[in-house]
């Protein structure tokens, strides 16, 4: 018998009648598999198998941003189920390393009914109704087991916080993220237990202060155990002194904080492949554990506090990169003068603008800059703000960041070797781009992005 966040997943199918599901370009196989979903069956592919169906799934990993150590070649290896457990983290599903039938619904592999749309009642409308609310939500209504407008808006919201189609109907793979999130908001339900415990103690005062009213009658002895009463309380204090292993930030963690700590790690010595660039990966991972394992912590590679310290403390703050310590073996695109000094400017979402913008038409050729390594590659996906991308990185760590292409040049892929000059893509609009142009970043020594505009100005013969 299933338990924890699938519970719920399990009620609804057995609720629910679902259709038959069948692959968007899949083989019979995978269609007989997913006739009858249940979170009992097995898995659509794991470890060991080699089809066209593990080959489909290597390429939506790979157009999702993933990594796939072997590449797109229909074969199910250590290096798959790495990233299949890297795509699952990211999206809040249960990691198994495998691919079940939620993990292919979020892929885009399947496609029929939902286990739960507008107009159904019931129990298991109420459950997923109930998991809204606690991670959170607000729901009109509140879980009173109908599937009405007010349930299909709020699972829309759910859908698109978490990058998902927002179709606002309950597919597996909606259903599964909600449960896995539900169930790690659970617990934070507990704290609210804890007020009402406060207010006992209020009436335990009033017997303290008698005990003080007797001391007049020369007992003062019976003073100090109230005092002594104190001291046993801090010792309940201490036990928080566990947190020093508390777990910061860990694979599939995003932001300015993974930026930070991987700009330290590069600041010590350590390889960060693909950079500074926010993103806790494999590559990020398989840093920290070196890191770990040269200071003597365990090499869990997690960011923990105790890493955190032996981190700072080996690396100082460096002093802020300048753009004047890089200087470009080629100008990115052919011969352009239409770019402007737009770092720093606002864009949306509060962001800022980390690179400069060449306007050239859609399919000008795009050139390496430096000699150096693709260190990173990413195929366009629905939400993407670089769309086609491309990272560079070059002797001692410094990085270039190449977006918005239209196609990369044959023979382009992760690892390839490029000297400066080299075609290496073409530009494009792809991604968060209303017109076809390159954004181009600059990454000294593999951290924080500096103004590109006199760099690029530089090498310009504008």
Not at 48 to 75: F, N
Not at 179 to 195: D, F, G, K, S
Not at 201 to 220: K, L, M, Q
Request: charged fraction near 10%; aromatic fraction near 4%; proline fraction near 10%.
């Amino acid at each position: 018998m299933l338990q924890g966040p699938r519970r719920i997943l399990v009620i609804v199918v057995s609720l629910v009648a679902v259709q038959a599901m069948t692959p968007i370009a899949g083989t019979a196989a995978l269609a007989t598999a997913v006739a009858a979903p249940s979170i009992d069956q097995p898995p659509l592919a794991q470890r060991g198998d080699r089809s066209p169906t593990v080959k489909r799934m290597q390429q939506a990993l790979v157009k999702a941003g993933v990594t796939v150590a072997g590449g797109v070649d229909g074969v199910f290896g250590a290096g798959t189920e790495a990233a299949v457990r890297d795509y699952q983290t990211r999206r809040g599903l249960t990691v198994t390393g495998t691919l079940d039938v939620p993990t292919a619904t979020v892929l885009g592999l399947l496609q029929g009914a939902p286990l739960l749309s507008r107009g159904a009642r019931g129990d298991a409308v109420k459950a997923v109704q109930q998991q809204l609310m606690t991670v959170g939500l607000a729901l009109k209504g509140g879980a009173d087991g109908v599937y009405g407008s007010a349930t299909v808006a709020t699972v829309k919201a759910f859908q698109k916080s978490k990058g998902l189609f927002a179709s606002g109907a309950l597919d597996a793979g909606t259903a599964e993220i909600l449960a896995n999130a539900a169930a790690a908001t659970t617990p934070a339900a507990v704290p609210p237990t804890v007020p009402p415990v406060a207010t006992p103690p209020a009436p335990e005062v009033p017997p303290v202060t008698p005990p003080t009213t007797a001391p007049p009658a020369t007992p003062p002895p019976a003073t100090p155990p109230p005092t002594t009463a104190p001291p046993v309380t801090p010792p309940a204090t201490t036990p928080p002194a566990t947190t020093p292993n508390a777990v910061l930030l860990s694979l599939g963690s995003r932001g300015d904080a993974v930026k930070t700590m991987q700009s330290q790690l590069i600041a010590v010595g350590i390889t960060v492949f693909g950079g500074a660039d926010g993103v806790f990966g494999t590559a990020t991972q398989t840093a920290l554990k070196q890191f770990q394992t040269r200071v003597g912590l365990p090499a869990t590679g997690t960011y923990d506090t105790a890493t955190k310290a032996a981190l700072v403390a080996a690396a100082p703050a460096p002093p802020a990169p300048s753009p004047g310590t890089v200087v470009l073996a080629a100008f990115p695109v052919a011969a352009s003068c239409a770019f402007t000094d737009t770092f720093g400017a606002p864009r949306s979402g509060g962001r800022k603008h980390q690179g400069v913008d060449i306007i050239v038409a859609s399919g000008t050729p795009i050139y390496a800059v430096m000699d150096g390594t693709i260190s990173k590659k990413q195929l366009n996906f629905a939400g993407s703000l670089g769309g086609n991308a491309l990272w560079l990185t070059a002797a001692g760590g410094t990085y270039f960041y190449y977006a918005h292409l239209s196609a990369f040049a044959p023979g382009i892929e992760l690892g390839s070797v490029v000297t400066a000059g080299m075609l290496i893509g073409y530009v494009g609009a792809t991604g968060n781009a209303s017109v076809a142009h390159l954004h181009f970043e600059v990454h000294p020594a593999g951290g924080a992005a500096v103004d590109p505009y006199p760099i690029v100005k530089a090498a310009s013969s504008c």
